[in-house]
T-cell receptor, first 117, second 114 residues
Framework: EAGVTQFPSHSVIEKGQTVTLRCDPISGHDNLYWYRRVMGKEIKFLLHFVKESKQDESGMPNNRFLAERTGGTYSTLKVQPAELEDSGVYFC???????????????FGQGTRLTVV | AQKITQTQPGMFVQEKEAVTLDCTYDTSDQSYGLFWYKQPSSGEMIFLIYQGSYDEQNATEGRYSLNFQKARKSANLVISASQLGDSAMYFCAMREGRGNQFYFGTGTSLTVIP
C-alpha cells in the first residue's frame, strides 16, 4: 500500500513567485493535515481537511497561503506570492476518521523542502 | 504557550549505550496522547511510540520506552542499546482529546557515535 506522497521533494523559488505543493494521502483517508517546520523551530499545524472540507485552518499564516482538496482526494497548498519567511519543510499527514487522541493511524509524507531566495 | 517543549537541540550517545530524550507538555485536557516520531535524513516521519494519558504503565516498543510522569507532565523517550541507525531528529508530539491536530516540539538531533 502506498504511503502519503508529497511533490515536489524540494523546491527553490524566488521571492514573489508562486509555488504549489501537492499531497496524495493514503487511499481512503478522509483526514488530511498540512504542517510546516521553519528551520530550528517546531513543526506547526497549518490546516485540516475532512474529505474536501476545511475542518480547521487556524494555523494558516496569512492569505498568501491557499489550500484545496477538490474531490476529497489529493490536496494542494499554494503560496502566492512567496516570501523569504515561507522557507521550511511542509509536511502532509493523513488518517482515517479519528478516534481522538488515541488515533494512532496518522501517516506522514516525507515533506517538501521549500526554499525562497 | 508552548504545548510541547524539547530542551535538547542536540544529543550525542555512544553506540550500545542508552539515551534519554526529554519532553515536557502542557495541556488542560484530561484525555490526550503523547507520541514520539523519528525523522532520519531522508525526511519521512516515522512513528515510534505512543502513550495515552490514562495508560498506567509506561509504553514500550522494542528498544524504545516512554518514561511517562503525569504529575510532572513529562514524556521522555528512552532508547536502549543505541545503534548507528538511530542517528536522526526526534520529535515529541501531543494530540488532545478534543482535537485532531498534533502539537510538536522543536526536535532533538541525536547522533550515535561508533
Amino acid at each position: 500500500e502506498a504511503g502519503v506522497t508529497q511533490f515536489p521533494s524540494h523546491s527553490v523559488i524566488e521571492k514573489g513567485q508562486t509555488v504549489t505543493l501537492r499531497c496524495d494521502p493514503i487511499s481512503g483517508h478522509d483526514n488530511l493535515y498540512w504542517y510546516r517546520r521553519v528551520m530550528g523551530k517546531e513543526i506547526k499545524f497549518l490546516l485540516h481537511f475532512v474529505k474536501e472540507s476545511k475542518q480547521d485552518e487556524s494555523g494558516m499564516p496569512n492569505n498568501r497561503f491557499l489550500a484545496e482538496r477538490t474531490g476529497g482526494t489529493y490536496s494542494t497548498l499554494k503560496v502566492q506570492p512567496a516570501e523569504l519567511e515561507d522557507s521550511g519543510v511542509y509536511f502532509c499527514a493523513s488518517s482515517l476518521p479519528g478516534q481522538g487522541a488515541r488515533d494512532l493511524d496518522s501517516f506522514f509524507g516525507q515533506g517538501t523542502r521549500l526554499t525562497v531566495v | 504557550a508552548q504545548k510541547i517543549t524539547q530542551t535538547q537541540p542536540g544529543m550525542f550517545v555512544q553506540e550500545k549505550e542508552a539515551v534519554t530524550l526529554d519532553c515536557t507538555y502542557d495541556t488542560s485536557d484530561q484525555s490526550y496522547g503523547l507520541f514520539w516520531y523519528k525523522q532520519p535524513s531522508s525526511g519521512e516521519m516515522i512513528f515510534l511510540i505512543y502513550q495515552g494519558s490514562y495508560d498506567e504503565q509506561n509504553a514500550t516498543e522494542g528498544r524504545y520506552s516512554l518514561n511517562f510522569q503525569k504529575a510532572r507532565k513529562s514524556a521522555n523517550l528512552v532508547i536502549s542499546a543505541s545503534q548507528l541507525g538511530d542517528s536522526a531528529m526526534y520529535f515529541c508530539a501531543m494530540r488532545e482529546g478534543r482535537g485532531n491536530q498534533f502539537y510538536f516540539g522543536t526536535g532533538t538531533s541525536l547522533t550515535v557515535i561508533p
